[in-house]
């Protein structure tokens, strides 16, 4: 079991970064696979960045590609999403999401593939 808290979201101008972390708690957090996914007004939950449970392997939503980047400190217990260069377009409510894996270096993109999400947290962005 894996409990997840998401911390950092905010209202911030086009341009502008912010840093969001997702807390975690639970005995299977250092062999989870993480990922972040946002969902926009009016729009289905998407994919925006995925990490290993080894942190070697990432991948990105090519929409965020070059502008954010995901981390992991096991011994924090949290996975971090760093967002520079933000566009109106990112603004969406951001979900942490955590799946135990018996593979290092896998990270998994699919919804589906998660078993664990935290709440979210709102991430506007202005003109």
């Known amino acids: 079991q894996v409990q997840l808290v998401e911390s950092g979201g905010g209202l911030v101008q086009a341009g502008g970064s912010l840093r969001l972390s997702c807390a975690a708690s639970?005995?299977?957090?250092?062999?989870?696979?993480m990922g972040w996914f946002r969902q926009a007004p009016g729009k289905e939950r998407e994919f925006v960045a995925a990490?290993?449970?080894?942190?070697?392997?990432?991948s990105y939503a090519d929409s965020v590609k070059g502008r954010f980047t995901i981390s992991r400190d096991d011994a924090k217990r949290t996975v971090n999403l760093q967002m520079n260069s933000l566009k109106p377009e990112d603004t969406a409510v951001y979900y942490c999401?955590?799946?135990?894996?018996?593979?290092?270096?896998?990270?998994?993109?699919?919804?589906?593939?998660?078993?664990?999400w935290g709440q979210g947290t709102q991430v506007t962005v202005s003109s």
């Open positions: 999401a955590a799946v135990y894996s018996d593979t290092s270096h896998w990270y998994y993109t699919a919804q589906h593939e998660y078993d664990y």
């Open positions: 990490i290993s449970w080894s942190g070697g392997s990432t």
């Open positions: 639970g005995r299977t957090f250092s062999s989870s696979a």
